[in-house]
């Protein structure tokens, strides 16, 4: 199965570190980041899982529910959490889905064969609160994730979820935004965008963050 941008994100019932757990039911109303690792007691993935850890006050700021998984049963993830947080600093405060069968890496297209025929690719996925997948992002088993990247794209689908705006390259919280070329009506543009604009061109309009 192959997920695109906009799709239901597929719910499933795996076990996890934390028992048996219902995906759609687990995520609620919130956000989630939905990450995969190729193996528990891996070095990078050691890491990256002490780093999400350690942000969690910021995922809860953006009412963001982080889920990792691993190929490794419920027993060997619980053994990892403790070398996690010995080596890291740190408490995970998080699921670690146990997809020993690998049910749920074949529902979200985790295994790459040409990477490894059993073994899970460094696949993400931000997935919003009525389920849909709003970014995929997937990197090699040896190049760890870069979870600032994460939180920007969640800050930037946030924030045109809520305004029509758009974000430019290397966009930051608090930057300026542009207003898309569907709106070019002046009465309206004046109306949603009361801090005015500057238009270095005709169709490259910017405009100060709405809610800064």
């Not at 850890?53 to 490794?72: G, H, I, T």
């Not at 238009?199 to 910017?206: I, K, Q, S, V």
Request: hydrophobic share 35%; proline share 8%.
């Amino acid at each position: 199965m192959t997920l695109r941008l906009g799709d239901t994100a597929p719910d499933f019932e795996q076990d996890s570190s934390i028992g048996k757990l219902r995906f759609h039911e687990w995520a609620g109303d919130s956000w989630v980041v939905l990450f995969s690792h190729p193996a528990d007691f891996t070095p990078v993935c050691t890491t990256e899982l002490g780093l999400t850890a350690r942000l969690k006050p910021e995922f809860d700021k953006r009412n963001v529910k982080a889920l990792a998984l691993s190929v490794d049963p419920a027993d060997k993830h619980t053994s990892w959490i403790k070398d996690i947080e010995e080596t890291q600093k740190t408490v995970v405060g998080f699921p670690i889905v146990a997809d020993a069968d690998r049910k749920v890496s074949q529902l979200y297209d985790m295994i790459h064969p040409n990477q490894s025929e059993t073994m899970t690719v460094r696949s993400l996925f931000v997935i919003d609160p009525k389920k849909k997948v709003r970014l995929i992002i997937t990197y090699p088993m040896s190049t760890g994730r870069n979870f600032d990247e994460v939180l920007r794209v969640i800050d930037a689908l946030q924030l045109t979820d809520g305004y029509t705006v758009a974000t430019p390259g290397n966009w930051r919280d608090g930057d300026d935004v542009i207003i898309p070329l569907s709106v070019q009506d002046e009465e309206v543009i004046r109306q949603k965008y009361p801090k005015g604009y500057t238009a270095p061109r005709p169709y490259l309009r910017l405009t100060p963050q709405p809610n800064k």
